[in-house]
């Protein structure tokens, strides 16, 4: 087998990188698609769009345990 010139490999490498890429979007689109269908079990027209959107940016930024004890600690409002 010849050994490759280094612009070969160059283009060896960059697409590979191209389709590590392309498997990376795609596995994001699946994961973000599986959360978004458990999203509708749940009785999210309570909350306005814009509560909603700010309740997960402000879990995602805190990370999902924190976010979880945070709003766990929260009184019962049920009344």
């Known amino acids: ?15 590979r990188q191209r389709k590590a890429s392309e498997e990376l979007d795609k596995a994001r ?3 973000r698609g599986k959360y978004t269908a458990q999203l ?3 009785p999210v027209e309570k909350l306005a769009e814009r509560d909603l959107r700010e309740i997960v940016m402000q879990a995602i930024r805190a ?3 924190p976010a979880l004890a945070a709003l766990k600690a929260l009184p019962d409002t049920k009344g």
Not at 4 to 15: F, I, P, W, Y
């Open 29 to 31: 689109r699946d994961l």
């Open 63 to 65: 990370g999902g345990a």
């Open 1 to 15: 087998m010849p050994k490759l010139t280094q612009r070969d490999r160059l283009s060896e490498l960059e697409e």
């Open 40 to 42: 509708c079990d749940l």
